[in-house]
């Protein structure tokens, strides 16, 4: 059997919808008559299809994907795909109907049982895939902990709010514990252990211990690291410490990942394009940047700055959500061959794609700074972010029609 193509189209149909709804949220502070549902059903309904629908299952195709040859589950991976489709589909229409209310709860906590599916589907057929390292595998081990530690913060939510602390700190945190195990964990470790094994399938060699050991204080980092994302809350000197453990620790092991990689970087030439080299050291320099943006966080008095500053959380996210990780994903699309990098479609697609992403940025933390020095404010700043945003969907439809062509 040979690996369906649909699982490219739907994954890029939640691309797609996630920045038509980005879209959609920009029109209000431009066009009055865009507001026709309330903001934040379309920003929930947005958040939503952005980590439960496009990142989440295009970690799951691309797992498929590299593993597909060795699978012997193949009928069983579709059907978590068409369970993908249908669950989130009907939760992001449930979000734009009445927001954070009973429809969106039942379909959330129905998606979390499918990413159990997903965690326990990935684990059984881990032990088919043969030659893949120790250090892989600890990888692909960690991302699943990781994901299945993400799901805590959601289920805790319910118990937070029935005993009447919605409006606590600790429904605040609850939130920032899911994100930071879904990006700093979840998407993190599965995008990297997919990039080194598919480094290891074309024979390109690296230190074996080096990317070991960055695994470990990586992993080992992870846990105090989460006490960065609310030093907005006096969690006392403990936490302070445990904050700044944590963020310096991951520093180290990505800066020592990468300089493990890098020594390899002479063998990539026959494996990858020109463009191909440069998207992936893009996403090795955000992926860098968005590290050291986070030693901001360890200034005394500098962290409730930064939270009480949406365009900062906004720009952060982005960074992390459009700039790491969606560019790692579309780089490993096209290197596995589920997007062709020969057309000039998928290269013109992602350098419109990037453009509206460096714009967007720009204007976000630019908006900032000048908010905390003498006030200022960018002319035009809501008509330059929707324009922004209007780049980034003109590039993902340029990535998806060559998906379409080359399956007619």
Same mark, same amino acid.
């Given at each position: 059997?040979?690996?369906?193509?649909?699982?490219?189209?739907?994954?890029?149909?939640?691309?797609?919808?996630?920045?038509?709804?980005?879209?959609?949220?920009?029109?209000?502070?431009?066009?009055?008559?865009?507001?026709?549902?309330?903001?934040?059903?379309?920003?929930?309904?947005?958040?939503?299809?952005?980590?439960?629908?496009?990142?989440?299952?295009?970690?799951?195709?691309?797992?498929?994907?590299?593993?597909?040859?060795?699978?012997?589950?193949?009928?069983?991976?579709?059907?978590?795909?068409?369970?993908?489709?249908?669950?989130?589909?009907?939760?992001?229409?449930?979000?734009?109907?009445?927001?954070?209310?009973?429809?969106?709860?039942?379909?959330?906590?129905?998606?979390?049982?499918?990413?159990?599916?997903?965690?326990?589907?990935?684990?059984?057929?881990?032990?088919?895939?043969?030659?893949?390292?120790?250090?892989?595998?600890?990888?692909?081990?960690?991302?699943?902990?990781?994901?299945?530690?993400?799901?805590?913060?959601?289920?805790?939510?319910?118990?937070?709010?029935?005993?009447?602390?919605?409006?606590?700190?600790?429904?605040?945190?609850?939130?920032?514990?899911?994100?930071?195990?879904?990006?700093?964990?979840?998407?993190?470790?599965?995008?990297?252990?997919?990039?080194?094994?598919?480094?290891?399938?074309?024979?390109?060699?690296?230190?074996?211990?080096?990317?070991?050991?960055?695994?470990?204080?990586?992993?080992?980092?992870?846990?105090?690291?989460?006490?960065?994302?609310?030093?907005?809350?006096?969690?006392?000197?403990?936490?302070?410490? *445990?904050?700044?453990? =944590?963020? !310096?620790?991951?520093?180290?092991?990505? $800066? &020592? @990942?990468?300089? +493990? %990689?890098?020594?390899?970087?002479?063998?990539?030439?026959?494996?990858?394009?020109?463009?191909?080299?440069?998207?992936?050291?893009?996403?090795?320099?955000?992926?860098?940047?968005?590290?050291?943006?986070?030693?901001?966080?360890?200034?005394?008095?500098?962290?409730?700055?930064?939270?009480?500053?949406?365009?900062?959380?906004?720009?952060?996210?982005?960074?992390?959500?459009?700039?790491?990780?969606?560019?790692?994903?579309?780089?490993?699309?096209?290197?596995?061959?589920?997007?062709?990098?020969?057309?000039?479609?998928?290269?013109?697609?992602?350098?419109?794609?990037?453009?509206?992403?460096?714009?967007?940025?720009?204007?976000?933390?630019?908006?900032?700074?000048? *908010?905390?020095?003498? =006030?200022? !404010?960018?002319?035009?700043?809501?008509? $330059? &972010? @929707?324009?922004? +945003? %209007?780049?980034?969907?003109?590039?993902?439809?340029?990535?998806?029609?060559?998906?379409?062509?080359?399956?007619?």
């Amino acid at each position: 059997m040979a690996f369906p193509t649909k699982f490219t189209h739907i994954s890029l149909f939640f691309l797609t919808i996630t920045a038509l709804s980005g879209i959609w949220m920009r029109l209000y502070f431009v066009a009055p008559n865009a507001q026709t549902l309330p903001f934040e059903h379309i920003l929930h309904g947005h958040s939503h299809m952005a980590i439960l629908g496009w990142t989440f299952l295009a970690m799951f195709v691309l797992y498929v994907k590299l593993t597909w040859e060795s699978m012997p589950k193949k009928k069983h991976a579709i059907a978590i795909l068409y369970t993908i489709l249908v669950v989130t589909l009907m939760m992001f229409i449930a979000f734009l109907y009445e927001g954070y209310a009973t429809y969106s709860i039942i379909l959330s906590v129905i998606h979390i049982f499918v990413e159990y599916w997903v965690i326990i589907f990935i684990w059984i057929t881990l032990k088919y895939i043969p030659h893949m390292t120790r250090t892989l595998r600890l990888f692909m081990y960690a991302s699943l902990l990781s994901l299945f530690l993400s799901t805590l913060g959601p289920f805790s939510l319910g118990a937070i709010a029935a005993n009447g602390l919605r409006e606590s700190p600790l429904f605040e945190m609850a939130i920032y514990f899911y994100l930071h195990f879904q990006y700093n964990g979840w998407l993190f470790f599965m995008l990297i252990g997919l990039f080194l094994f598919f480094l290891q399938k074309n024979k390109i060699t690296y230190n074996e211990k080096w990317i070991q050991c960055s695994f470990w204080i990586y992993f080992i980092s992870l846990f105090p690291a989460y006490f960065s994302a609310i030093l907005w809350y006096d969690i006392g000197i403990g936490g302070y410490i *445990a904050a700044f453990i =944590g963020v !310096i620790g991951q520093c180290i092991a990505i $800066l &020592l @990942l990468i300089g +493990t %990689i890098f020594p390899a970087y002479h063998s990539f030439h026959a494996l990858f394009s020109k463009h191909m080299k440069i998207s992936y050291i893009f996403v090795a320099f955000i992926l860098l940047m968005k590290q050291f943006l986070e030693f901001g966080l360890l200034i005394p008095g500098f962290s409730s700055l930064i939270y009480e500053t949406r365009s900062v959380i906004i720009g952060y996210l982005h960074l992390t959500l459009l700039g790491f990780i969606t560019m790692f994903i579309l780089n490993l699309y096209q290197s596995t061959q589920l997007l062709d990098e020969t057309k000039k479609r998928v290269t013109y697609g992602i350098a419109i794609f990037l453009g509206g992403f460096v714009v967007q940025e720009v204007i976000l933390f630019c908006s900032a700074l000048f *908010a905390w020095t003498n =006030g200022w !404010i960018i002319p035009y700043q809501n008509e $330059l &972010l @929707l324009s922004a +945003t %209007i780049l980034l969907l003109v590039g993902i439809c340029s990535i998806w029609t060559t998906v379409c062509k080359q399956t007619k």
